[in-house]
């Protein structure tokens, strides 16, 4: 369950890591940020925490059990697998709106949210293709 395993890695990191990223002088206690700016940070923590946690509940909970034909496992990896996307892939299109940065000039500069976006989307990619292999021998099997 490797591919499973990956996903419920970007789940994780979905749920957890914006506020690992943000909960800092650089976003919500930036005293430079507007309050409405720090709301609208607030609510992209919580988005990514909510997306996290459906994340695993579609890998793990009732949705994903084994007990469930193949087609409904299926669905529910896919599901999986978008809901784990949509937080890296609106955070990379965050870069093309209008005077976006990913860093405030005061703490540096570059692009390192490209990095961990692609590294994440790469992630749930793969996990997404292993689990689809495992569910087609899981398949194969109760054919058998």
């Not at 500069?109 to 961990?116: A, F, I, K, R, W």
């Not at 994440?120 to 899981?138: A, C, D, H, P």
Request: glycine share 8%; aromatic share 14%; with cysteine.
């Amino acid at each position: 369950m490797a591919g499973r395993f990956i996903l419920a890695l970007v789940g994780l990191a979905t749920s957890t890591g914006c506020f690992i990223a943000d909960w800092n002088e650089t976003h919500i206690y930036n005293p430079n940020w507007a309050p409405h700016a720090k709301f609208h940070n607030g609510q992209t923590m919580s988005m990514g925490a909510l997306l996290g946690i459906t994340t695993l509940y579609f890998l793990y909970g009732p949705p994903a059990s084994s007990s469930l034909p193949v087609s409904q496992q299926r669905s529910a990896l896919w599901t999986a697998a978008w809901i784990a996307s949509l937080y890296w892939t609106t955070q990379f299109s965050a870069l093309f709106y209008p005077g976006s940065l990913a860093v405030d000039p005061e703490f540096g500069e570059g692009q390192p949210q490209v990095y961990l976006v692609s590294g994440f989307l790469s992630m749930t990619i793969v996990g997404l293709w292993l689990e689809r292999k495992r569910l087609q021998n899981v398949a194969k099997e109760r054919v058998e």
